[in-house]
């Protein structure tokens, strides 16, 4: 920051707020591009916002002749990419937009990043776009490619880091949309600790079939009920082509506006901009709000280069509990405990399973949204999305108020104008009158079954306890062959193991076996407990995440069919009646499975280099 340009950075009251930018330079004029700023105040020496890049390309305005002639070769080919000479004096900003032509969820990435880009060229900046791959969950649910869908978190945030690190950029934006995606675009932010801003790129609208709306989970249970015998191939058949009705990511609270959601709690997006919908409903064209989300983000990365604000400013601990606090409120996904402990250890703040219960003994929730609830995203975002949301929580002291955001404002500054959702509407309760108390959400879980923790998504169920024998499977295939046929019954205790993030690798999701007990009436009368995932769209008594996963020998891989499996909700424990010593007399006549995959291949390299799903699932460092 030049303190003999501008007033010296110290507090955040510290700032000028001019046409919304807020920024604490008072030569700042926000009708000019930022190229036109700096260029105005040229005679203090090199453009300060080429802090980077000018590395890559030089810059005669710095006055270092000799490393503008080195440079002679990379401007060559930046000319030839269509480079002009007055772009080498302009900072470089990275835009990764992670696209799949035939993903709903991202399908329009590449246009959203050209609408980004072009707002960066307006504003003075030079745009570096660049495509990182996506594989869809829900398109790879319970075949081997969805192995892929966990692993491609951290590829998206290695290529984002690779594209952004070698070029040398100044600042970056990234879109988020299918839901490993969000996290993905956020963790080389926090990893470099770089100025930038995330944006969502925007929920579907839910589809709808005999008066009730359906969403990407629907087709789901639709199988297992028609498995059942409850749903025959016509109406299965209308179930499908009317769920996903247009372009973006799953209408529920699923995992995708859990971290949308979660990520805009955090002060990484901007107010408003995690439940929009992506696309018109009737013409699939981008919606318009989304086209304007595009160019405020850029605004606000400009203002956030300007102030020098950078991720770690604004992804405190306090942020990550307002996370935390959204995620218990609004009934999100247990695929968030995984993502914001993997985000937390990318901007190096201590975070742990144990936070999640902490913070979720006080929040309650409110939110009556699906697949615990009745309604999906875009409908909570036309009663004043997220924003309202946080007032409810702020305004019974439930989160922090003090925390730095992309804004540049702390979140109560931003919240200041936010009134209460409209009183004719169910999608919100009350704080004080909540669909469930504090705590009847998503729980950590610990015990003989999980030292290392598990995770269970209770939705407000009434669940308190469960006792039943364990039903063990292998593989995803064989359980839900199970299920579909009718083998598992009530009081059963399904066990899928070895789907962790080394055991399958990769840690997929449960949606098919989970939707099948659904859809076969045994939501709450049969849990799924494994060391895999599952889909924000499951519900029943689902137990994820279990630490440590059978392939490294965890508990799970010793359960024997026909064990007593026990969940106490309110001990928070998982276990399994099986003493200390039979354990160990288990445990050394057990042998781990073969790797599942070539040791040469990416998910093989991946298997061997992960940990498990207490800390993230996060590859190890060195």
């Not at 700096?38 to 090199?46: I, P, Q, T």
């Not at 707002?119 to 075949?143: H, N, W, Y």
């Not at 909700?569 to 007399?585: H, W």
Request: charged letters at 20%.
């Amino acid at each position: 920051h030049n303190t003999s340009l501008c007033v010296p950075r110290a507090s955040v009251s510290n700032r000028y707020t001019v046409q919304g930018i807020c920024c604490r330079c008072p030569c700042v004029d926000p009708r000019r591009s930022m190229f036109e700023w700096f260029s105005s105040v040229a005679h203090v020496g090199w453009n300060v916002w080429q802090k980077r890049s000018v590395q890559l390309t030089g810059s005669k305005a710095s006055g270092d002749e000799g490393y503008w002639v080195k440079r002679t070769g990379a401007r060559a080919q930046l000319y030839g990419a269509g480079f002009k000479a007055d772009d080498f004096e302009k900072p470089i900003v990275t835009v990764a937009a992670p696209y799949m032509s035939l993903n709903m969820c991202n399908q329009k990435f590449r246009d959203l990043a050209d609408e980004v880009a072009a707002e960066l060229e307006r504003q003075g900046c030079k745009a570096f776009v660049t495509l990182p791959p996506v594989i869809s969950d829900g398109q790879t649910m319970g075949t081997p490619g969805m192995r892929y869908s966990l692993v491609s978190r951290d590829l998206i945030a290695d290529c984002i880091e690779t594209v952004h690190e070698g070029y040398m950029a100044d600042a970056i934006i990234t879109l988020g949309g299918c839901d490993k995606t969000n996290p993905g675009v956020l963790m080389p932010i926090a990893r470099a600790n770089s100025v930038g801003i995330t944006l969502y790129g925007g929920t579907s609208h839910p589809g709808r079939y005999q008066g009730r709306g359906l969403n990407a989970g629907s087709p789901f249970e639709a199988l297992g009920a028609h498995s059942a015998g409850n749903m025959d191939m016509d109406d299965l058949l209308e179930v499908e082509c009317r769920s996903c009705p247009g372009s973006g990511t799953c209408s529920g609270m699923f995992t995708a506006n859990t971290m949308s959601t979660c990520i805009e709690a955090l002060g990484m997006a901007l107010p408003g901009t995690s439940t929009r919908p992506a696309v018109d409903l009737k013409s699939n064209a981008i919606d318009a709000n989304k086209l304007e989300d595009c160019r405020e983000s850029v605004r606000a990365l400009i203002s956030l280069m300007r102030q020098g604000i950078t991720a770690r400013d604004i992804m405190t601990k306090k942020a990550f509990e307002n996370a935390i606090a959204v995620l218990m409120a609004l009934g999100g996904s247990t695929n968030g405990v995984l993502h914001l402990l993997a985000l937390a250890r990318e901007a190096e703040v201590d975070l742990t399973t144990e936070d999640f219960n902490r913070v979720a003994d006080r929040i309650p929730l409110i939110g009556n949204l699906t697949p615990g609830g009745v309604y999906n995203v875009v409908e909570l975002d036309a009663v004043g999305g997220l924003p309202v949301v946080m007032k409810m929580l702020l305004d019974a002291g439930l989160i922090h108020g003090d925390t730095l955001t992309v804004t540049g404002k702390t979140l109560a500054e931003n919240l200041k104008d936010v009134g209460p959702p409209p009183a004719d509407q169910d999608i919100l309760t009350p704080v004080d009158n909540p669909l469930a108390p504090p705590g009847g959400h998503v729980v950590v879980l610990h015990g003989n079954l999980a030292p290392r923790g598990s995770v269970i998504k209770l939705s407000g169920k009434g669940l308190k306890q469960f006792s039943g024998p364990a039903r063990c499977f292998d593989s995803e295939e064989d359980a839900l062959e199970a299920i579909v046929s009718g083998r598992i019954v009530k009081g059963d205790a399904v066990i899928i193991r070895y789907q962790g993030p080394s055991g399958a690798p990769g840690m997929p999701e449960m949606l098919s076996p989970s939707g099948a007990i659904v859809g076969a009436g045994l939501a709450m009368d049969v849990p799924l407990i494994t060391d895999g995932r599952f889909s924000g769209a499951s519900h029943g008594i689902m137990v994820g995440h279990v630490a440590p996963e059978a392939r490294q020998g965890g508990p799970l891989a010793l359960v024997h069919e026909g064990d007593t499996v026990n969940i106490d909700l309110d001990r928070r424990v998982l276990e399994v009646e099986v003493s200390d010593e039979e354990f160990a007399a288990r445990k050394e006549a057990w042998t781990a499975p073969p790797l599942r995959a070539s040791p040469r291949s990416f998910l093989g390299r991946y298997a061997a280099n992960v940990d498990d799903a207490s800390s993230g699932a996060v590859l190890r460092e060195g």
